[in-house]
């Protein structure tokens, strides 16, 4: 009987083994590599200036609902104008608002769905109190040992200056796309796009364009933001969290401390926040299966085991992953306590307490969810809650990782960066792409600068830095996949168009 037991107990090992390897197997896989490209020739010094020029004009908004500097946008615009003539000669530029630039570059073919790269004109300002902290001011664009110094030098001019070199150098060359390609400038991204990109969306909605692609600032080729994993990856966004800002009331009886009542306003307020931050929504461990599928072998073992076989390891890598405040917020909705007030005198109990809590949708949960989750949380009638005007969207599509232009976009970041793995991720940040999701279906998010550890955080940060030759890698990045995506079939092809 017991070696019967033990016999038993020995093949369901060896089963649950071969298993564990069969899908270990079949999820890892190598993404093989790609021929280097050496790209479009560029003058590094040069871009630098370019970038340095854009850093000067300080397109800061001049308050919290983004109103634009008209002398900042019209000395920037001025600069491109004067520093990529042929773009300007070529192609159609339209203004938008004022302030918001498209630029139209019709392919020869214009019966295929155009694409679009996008950038935003507009920077965050320099916090005063932080001035005496940056090695140089922030908007005098200084290039010092190999460095381009100041604010929009990683967030986001040099995104823009790499799509406006790129296209110059291409136009030099003589090259047209078959495909049209658009690059859209927006003005206001910091403060949320309603001026500048949702005009334009709402513009090619209305004329019936649909895009093939787009590529607007994301993720970039970095080291360390994968747990488990050392060597850097690109990461591309394919979708973003949504945004659920939920105000919390609690009204009762006003009077004197002295006879207090036994749970004053502040007390049953206090306990429905603590309970949500005990309960926050569910995890969903399998979002990020994507993430590592497309890490793939550049994985180490311990990590590609347990993610091809969630249904065994889940539990070990939610304890695992949990605690790390980047991977938990790309697993869940998260829950963030804000905001508290309540109470004016130390011997008054308040009739009124008040918090907001912030909330950031995984796709995949809905702002009905979350506010049904809440109730079932706190479970006190006397609270009540609601979203706060304005302050809420829901999580964005995710765009589709079997699509052409996904590949082709992670074709072009292999060709240009030596083979880094691609994989996809969902953005915990928002970004202008939220305006194009009525047009299209292949929204990427991806920055094609190399970042190692002492350039994180840098954007909106003091000292925001790149180094020269990071600038003139993305004009390389843009020049090929403009060749690429404005192909006919938005692959790579030998045979360059030239007009
Ligand atoms: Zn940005």
């Known amino acids: 009987m017991l070696t019967t037991i033990l016999y038993i107990i020995l093949v369901i090992l060896i089963l649950t083994t071969f298993y564990v390897v069969i899908r270990t197997i079949v999820f890892e896989r190598s993404q093989g590599t790609v021929e280097k490209i050496e790209g479009i020739p560029v003058d590094e010094q040069q871009v630098a200036?370019?970038?340095?020029?854009?850093v000067r004009c300080q397109t800061v908004p001049l308050d919290?609902?983004?109103?634009?500097?008209?002398?900042?946008?019209?000395?920037?615009?001025?600069?491109?104008?004067?520093?990529y003539p042929l773009v300007h000669e070529k192609l159609k530029r339209l203004v938008v608002n004022d302030y918001s630039l498209v630029y139209v570059w019709t392919g020869s073919r214009p019966d295929l769905e155009p694409v679009m790269l996008m950038a935003h004109q507009?920077?965050?300002s320099a916090d005063p109190s932080t001035l005496a902290q940056w090695t140089y001011p922030p908007f005098e664009g200084r290039i010092v040992d190999g460095l381009i110094w100041g604010r929009g030098t990683l967030d986001i001019k040099n995104q823009l200056i790499g799509i406006m070199d790129a296209a110059e150098a291409l136009l030099q060359q003589g090259y047209r796309p078959e495909r049209t390609v658009l690059f859209g400038f927006g003005h206001d991204e910091e403060t949320g796009g309603t001026n500048g990109c949702k005009v334009i969306g709402q513009l090619l909605k209305e004329k019936g364009i649909r895009l093939a692609g787009i590529v607007d600032e994301g993720g970039g080729i970095t080291a360390g933001l994968a747990a488990g994993v050392r060597g850097p990856v690109a990461l591309i966004g394919v979708s973003e969290k949504g945004y659920l800002t939920v105000e919390f009331t609690v009204n009762s009886q006003p009077g004197h401390s002295s006879t207090p009542p036994p749970q004053t306003s502040i007390g049953i307020l206090s306990r429905a926040l603590a309970r949500l931050e005990a309960h926050p929504m569910p995890t969903h461990l399998r979002r990020l299966r994507p993430l590592y599928h497309g890490i793939g072998r550049a994985a180490p073992l311990f990590i590609q085991i347990p993610f091809a076989n969630v249904w065994l390891f889940g539990p070990v890598l939610k304890r695992w992953l949990v605690p790390k405040p980047e991977m938990n917020a790309s697993m869940r909705t998260t829950t963030a306590l804000t905001i508290i007030n309540g109470g004016v005198e130390?011997?008054?109990i308040p009739a009124e307490a008040k918090a907001i809590v912030n909330f950031r949708l995984l796709p995949g949960d809905t702002i009905a969810e979350v506010l049904w989750h809440v109730g079932k949380v706190i479970k006190d009638e006397r609270v009540k809650f609601k979203p706060v005007e304005g302050k809420f969207n829901e999580a964005l599509p995710v765009s589709p990782t079997n699509a052409t232009a996904y590949k082709s976009l992670s074709q072009v970041i292999r060709q240009?960066?030596?083979?880094p793995p691609v994989a996809p991720f969902v953005m915990l940040g928002g970004t202008d792409c939220q305006?194009?999701?009525?047009?299209?279906?292949?929204?990427?998010?991806?920055?094609?600068?190399v970042m190692d550890e002492s350039f994180r955080g840098l954007e909106h940060g003091i000292d925001e830095r790149i180094p020269v030759e990071a600038m003139a890698k993305m004009v390389?990045?843009?020049?090929?996949?403009?060749?690429?995506?404005?192909?006919r079939d938005m692959t790579a092809s030998k045979e360059r168009s030239i007009e």
């Not at 919290?64 to 491109?80: I, N, R, S, V, Y």
């Not at 240009?416 to 083979?419: I, K, P, R």
């Not at 194009?436 to 094609?448: A, G, K, M």
């Open 476 to 487: 390389k990045f843009y020049a090929q996949l403009i060749q690429t995506w404005g192909t």
């Open 64 to 83: 919290e609902k983004g109103t634009p500097d008209p002398e900042a946008f019209q000395q920037l615009h001025k600069m491109l104008a004067e520093t």
């Open 346 to 348: 130390d011997n008054t």
């Open 416 to 419: 240009v960066f030596d083979n």
């Open 122 to 124: 507009d920077v965050v």
């Open 435 to 449: 305006h194009f999701v009525p047009v299209s279906d292949h929204i990427y998010r991806f920055t094609s600068v």
């Open 49 to 54: 200036e370019h970038l340095a020029a854009a």
